[in-house]
């Protein structure tokens, strides 16, 4: 069985074994290493991509559930010379640490400020529970996060 799915807008003929984690074909097969592998099931948000548009965790999605499917990693939401908000603000307020969660923070956080472009501070720690990060103590991050123009304006 062949499974036809776009990954970062190029196509991708899969057909290889079903049963495979979206995240493992992502880094061992093309080589897309943003997606972190940290606990492997489902708890700490490493491995966030977007399916369809929608944040969800790559180490729990076999290959087999995504035809038709569209795939953003990290390497497809911007640029070095053209960070999204998110990574705009993160890189301003220095608060990337070891870097491990940073690729599925970014990919959740993006997707609520989205849906959510006016969030209190409140709103963007609930937001923020499926990304765990040991380094940073959390605060910066809210403090980049509400730092972006439309949060800014509600916040203050
Ligand atoms: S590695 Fe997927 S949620 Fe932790
Ligand atoms: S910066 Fe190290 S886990 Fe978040």
Known sequence: MTISLT???????YSGDPR???LSVLR?????????EVCGE???GACTVHVDGAPKVACLIPMGTLSGRSITTIEGLGAPDMLNAVQQAFVDHDVVQCGMCF?????SMSHFLAETPHPTRDEIKRAMTGNLCRCTGYERI??????IAPAQEALS
């Open 7 to 13: 990954i970062n807008g190029d196509p991708l003929e």
């Open 20 to 22: 495979r984690t979206l």
């Open 28 to 36: 061992n097969d093309l080589r897309l290493t943003g997606a972190k």
């Open 142 to 147: 809210v403090d980049a996060l509400a730092s």
């Open 103 to 107: 690729p599925g923070m970014v990919l």
């Open 42 to 44: 489902g708890f700490c």
